[in-house]
T-cell receptor, first 111, second 110 residues
Framework: DTAVSQTPKYLVTQMGNDKSIKCEQN?????MYWYKQDSKKFLKIMFS???????INETVPNRFSPKSPDKAHLNLHINSLELGDSAVYFC??????????FGPGTRLLVL | KNEVEQSPQNLTAQEGEFITINCSYS?????LHWLQQHPGGGIVSLFM???GKKKHGRLIATINIQEKHSSLHITASHPRDSAVYIC????????????FGKGTHLIIQP
């Protein structure tokens, strides 16, 4: 009965490939987020999205794009993967201006 | 752009001790969040507060809006409290992501 789920949990891929990470929430939340945790364990917002607005962190390369087929899903597409994209990616969701619920994370390793 | 600073970065204490973790931020916010990241990597929201004080079990969070400062306290600490505690802020937009501090790595020894 997972609240926020992500697939896959682990992703190992070659430089230059394109990959997607899926996120689903069953909490009825209206806002979803993608965060990146780097090798030093520092967390940073990548995107936040509700049905009215998409906010993109200006430091995120345009190789990264969020896609939301419906309110319960916010998938992350990454084109032309680079070594520096290796990190843990967390999806989260919330109702507007309330506490966020995090997914378990996807560990991406780019070789 | 908000800067979120936490102290200490690392804290080792004995079981039963009273723990305080501090967080300061640079600009006005709509809310401050305390999160816990377990050794296995999962992240859990502990508190979200915009004024005053909140308590949940042995955890207490306080915020001083004028001083742009928040504290997280753990009473009667236990080894299972060992984790990384992260302070984060939101600034008010409808789809507003978190701005994080670097975290405090807490170890409680038996």
């Amino acid at each position: 009965d997972t609240a926020v789920s992500q697939t896959p949990k682990y992703l190992v891929t070659q430089m230059g490939n394109d990959k997607s990470i899926k996120c689903e929430q069953n909490l009825g939340h209206d806002t979803m987020y993608w965060y990146k945790q780097d090798s030093k364990k520092f967390l940073k917002i990548m995107f936040s999205y509700n049905n009215k607005e998409l906010i993109i962190n200006e430091t995120v390369p345009n190789r990264f794009s969020p896609k939301s087929p419906d309110k319960a899903h916010l998938n992350l597409h990454i084109n032309s993967l680079e070594l520096g994209d290796s990190a843990v990616y967390f999806c989260a969701s919330s109702l507007t201006r309330t506490a966020q619920y995090f997914g378990p994370g996807t560990r991406l390793l780019v070789l | 752009k908000n800067e979120v600073e936490q102290s200490p970065q690392n804290l080792t204490a004995q079981e039963g001790e009273f723990i305080t973790i501090n967080c300061s931020y640079s600009v006005g916010i709509s809310a401050l969040h305390w999160l816990q990241q377990h050794p296995g990597g999962g992240i859990v929201s502990l508190f979200m507060l915009s004024s005053g004080k909140k308590k949940h079990g042995r955890l207490i969070a306080t915020i001083n809006i004028q001083e742009k400062h928040s504290s997280l306290h753990i009473t009667a600490s236990h080894p299972r409290d060992s984790a990384v505690y992260i302070c984060a802020t939101t600034s008010g937009g409808g789809a507003d992501g978190l701005t994080f501090g670097k975290g405090t790595h807490l170890i409680i020894q038996p």
